[in-house]
């Protein structure tokens, strides 16, 4: 019988699942304004795209922090600590780019406007960047030592696999927002979308090659549980593969849906690789963060887990709720001035 930190482990799992499924084609959005849109009315319709599901796609992370800062405490002073500078870009990034897409129309200037597409775009890009930089060197193993203290160097931080593993994330939550402004706009702005995920697909397989052969030689994901781990990797292969079929025939809803998987399987690989781990130590094994000395006491599990069986249904009916209201597509004549 599954105990109740794993069970929290999976918890966790899959907010960062969902976390990366719905904020990842927010950010290939906010990136694709500046790489896709021809001037500043398409990029009025590229925001408007995602403007009523940002903030509530962000709930995940906060929700996925809140989850292992209530049930895996040392994991989260740990990791909170060690990646203290990082995660500070990441919130100063998120932050700058909420603030962009309220104040960006509120004065009616172009200069005004370029800023703040320049706050969208670099807060839209830095996150999935860094959140891959962090994630590979956590399956990389970090410095941590018997007091579950990180001691790390630069090197630690950025080397070339997690440089690899931030450049991978990035590209593919810009791929799935491609995808996505396929189903959310018209005209010649879908074709451009559509053949601009076109161009993609091959740089995606390329960084999921790559980073698939870093890992067989910087971490144990093909040792621990490969039996789960290798066909989990070629089920990501086949994914886009699928995706890259898709799209050549103008699917587009299925060409998302095997990017979303993609992504999905993907941060799978990487929880299961690391159970019953949260964080490897490369001092020593004995110093590894597991869901076993680093979560809190089996009382204050149980309580969390009724409430959140509570309310974990009213949160997600009112967001899929949300998604059905405004799943029309954004046209030219929808903006407002």
Known sequence: MIELNELWFLLVAILFIGFFFLEGFD??????????????????????????????????LLTAGGAIFAAFPHWYATMFSGYYIPFVFVLIALIGRGVAFEFRGKVDSLKWAKTWDWVIFLGSLLPPFLFGVLFTSILRGMPIDKNMNITASFSDYVNTYSVVGGVTVTLLCLLHGVLFLTLKTVGDLRSRARAFASKLILPVLISLIIFTVLSYFET?????????????????????????????????????????????????????????????????????LTVYNASSGPYSLKVMTIVSCTLLPFVLGYQIWSYYVFRKRVDEKDLTY
């Open 220 to 288: 144990d994901l093909f040792t621990v549980r490969a039996h789960i781990t290798v066909p989990l990797i070629l089920c990501i292969v086949v994914a886009y593969v699928l995706a890259a079929f898709f799209i050549s025939k103008q699917r587009d809803g299925w060409s998302f849906a095997m990017t979303g998987l993609g992504i999905a399987l993907t941060i799978s690989t990487l929880f299961t690789a690391l159970f019953p781990r949260v964080m490897v130590s490369s001092i020593k094994n004995a110093y590894d």
């Open 27 to 60: 950010f290939g959005v906010g990136i694709s304004t500046k790489l896709l849109a021809k001037n500043d009315t398409e990029r009025r319709i590229l925001i408007n795209t995602i403007g009523p599901f940002w903030d509530a796609n962000e709930v995940w």
